[in-house]
């Protein structure tokens, strides 16, 4: 019998007493125990704040980014013992794979942001804003961890997915979490965070797990924490109804279960290819997890004439879906969580039932293979038809959330826009269509009240991930019922972690702070040149004030030979009128090679290679007589991992290309790109 534990302040202790019971949801056998009641919840908060908060802050962007990807290796090795585990939730081999290397991806998604970031334990953000005439006064912001603790509350459909999803975000962040899953399935969440801890990979007090109820879990909070939830509706919105999150301003992330629906597209007629791909993508979400995800299809849109084919063809796929004990040969739905979701699921569906027909499955009784259907908590799938969903409006209210689904006719695309709104706001829709056009139509209209729009069609079919998976670089939430809030979302999600403040002084101050030199900001000359230095030594601001060159005729005919833009307003002096330019010009990216050959230093040196160019703008004119020079100056420096033993040791280092005329003014500006070698190649 497990006696699931919680893993706070430093120590796996289990809670006073019995909280809740866990079953085995294919055989309704008791598994364990599982309870947090008697933890000190301000202790730990503080904890996570102090304790974990600290070496976390101190990391850079790059650090918590390797950090994040060495957790994910470890976890991958170990994911097989996960899937045993995650068998006694109901879960099929293929509804466990989303969760469990599901959630790993998240890590390996977040760990890729780093490159994203500065080599700073905080994010410079935007662009300086100049505040005075003289140059000698600018703004800028800058973003840095907040000093609080994540606490993330989790459902029960998806108990490793659901913790990794967000904690890959906050640890990026350099903020530490407390974790409570559902106590439901807190046992498969209990084994991950075992061997995370064991692992030592992230700083002690980074990751605290509260397996129990967690009841008081919000009365420590404070205005730098940030809470997310993840469940139904109504109990985010009690949540964030505590007057603690208004009172000290605390965010409160609330992605809830909503209505969400999928559209057929009048184009995707019978014996297209996206109308054989709309049934199987349906039947998918109708089954996947037994229908346990906050995205699943709930309510399926289809053209008013379709109604009846769409009907038949999804009640003949789910006839053939085995339900019952994954581990059988053929079963392709597992069980509910419990035995109390299924109460709650055919409750809904009862409601359901007085406004809309079931047409296909019961909600007392089902087919299993291998298991008791009186013991596990197994439910069939049950297929709505609604031939009226503007006026039978039951269906855009109440959620069964489990393989339960309505199919309801539309006429235009409009209607099928409004009802999809009528769902009152929801994570994610999807249209299935081969026609641009009625897609463009269909998510202009329908994305206010959506977080994500999936468009499907043949071409994209064999890659797409489907309706209902949202994807780590991608914001994960919706309006209105939804929540209102987003996860993930790439370095959108980062951010949401980081407290942004406004930043101002002079640009040599300011280029001190943000590591990036700032326009106005002192150059002092780099010496010796700046390519014959190790990445460890060179400095920001420093510059090299290169030797200067007279542009020529000479030089506009040469290089128009070499790339073969011979543009008229290179080449054609008679062709300039009614133009702003006074006669033939200079290509810009001679301007850009010119300078390349005025800065560069030609020999052998800790320079590897120039691999890019950002920023590039040409802003004034370059006539034959002028003579230019540049201003090479170290802008920004990131490091960068070894990935071999053999590998080079090397950093990443961004040079401004500032080249200007002989009255001073810039006439081309630019970012490169070098890879720098290291002094010290163990590193």
Known sequence: MLNVKNYVQGQWIAGEGI???????????????????????????????????????????????RMLKALALHLMERKNAYYAVSALTGATKIDSWIDIEGGIGNLFAN????????????????????????????????????????????????????????????????????????????????????????????????????????????????SEDVVTFTGSAATGKMLKALPQFSEKSIPFNLEADSLNATVLGKHAQPG????????????????????????????????????????????????????????????????????????????????????????????????????????????????????????????????????????MPYDTIDDAVELARMGKGSLVSSIVTPDNKEATEYVVGAASMHGRILVLNNECAKESTGHGSPMPLLTHGGPGRAGGGEEMGGKRGVLHYLQRTAIQGHPTTITAITQQFQVGAAMPEATPHVFRKHF?????????????????????????????????????????????????????????????GLFVDPKKGPVLLNYGLEEARFTKPVYPGATIGVRFTVKEKIDQEKRSEEDIAKGIVKFLVDVYDETGETVAIATILTMVRKLDQSK
């Open 19 to 65: 909280e809740t019971n866990l079953y085995n949801a294919l055989t309704g056998a008791q598994i364990g125990t599982v309870s947090s009641a008697g933890i000190d919840f301000k202790e730990v908060l503080d904890y996570g704040r102090k304790i974990g908060g600290r070496p976390l802050r101190k990391m850079t962007f790059q650090e918590r980014g």
């Open 111 to 222: 760990a890729s942001l780093r490159r994203q970031f500065p080599d700073l334990p905080y994010y410079v953000d935007g662009a300086a804003a100049p505040l005075s005439k003289g140059g000698s006064f600018i703004g800028h912001h800058i973003m840095v961890p907040k000093q609080g603790v994540a606490v993330h509350v989790n459902a029960f459909n998806f108990p490793i997915w659901g913790m990794l999803e967000k904690i890959a975000v906050n640890l990026m962040a350099g903020v530490p979490a407390v974790v409570k899953p559902s106590e439901y399935t807190s046992f498969l969440t209990e084994v991950v965070v075992k061997d995370i801890i064991d692992s030592k990979i992230l700083p002690e007090g980074s990751l605290q797990l509260v397996s129990g109820l967690g009841r008081g879990i919000f009365d420590s909070v404070e």
């Open 272 to 407: 297209t290819p996206e109308f054989d791909l709309f049934i199987k993508e349906t039947v998918k979400e109708i089954t996947i997890k037994a229908g346990q995800k906050c995205t699943a299809v709930r309510r399926i849109i289809v053209p008013e004439n379709l109604l009846d084919e769409v009907q038949k063809q999804i009640a003949a796929r789910l006839a053939t879906t085995k339900i019952g004990d994954p581990s059988i040969e053929g079963v392709r739905m597992g069980a509910l969580a419990t035995q109390t979701q299924v109460d709650r699921v055919r409750e809904n569906v009862m409601q359901l039932a007085k406004s809309q027909e079931i047409v296909f499955g019961n909600p007392n009784a089902v087919e299993i293979q291998g298991a008791d259907c009186q013991s596990g908590a197994f439910f069939s799938p049950i297929l709505f038809v609604n031939n009226d969903p503007f006026h039978k409006t039951d269906v855009h209210e109440i959620e069964a959330f489990g393989p339960v689904a309505t199919i």
């Open 536 to 596: 460890e030594e060179l400095v920001i601001g420093e510059t090299v004030f290169t030797h200067k060159h007279t542009v020529t005729d000479a030089d506009i005919v040469n290089f128009a030979n070499v790339s073969g833009d011979n543009f008229y307003a290179h080449m054609d002096a008679t062709s300039l009128e009614g133009t702003i330019f006074e006669r033939r010009v200079a290509h810009g990216y001679f301007i850009l090679s010119k300078a390349a």
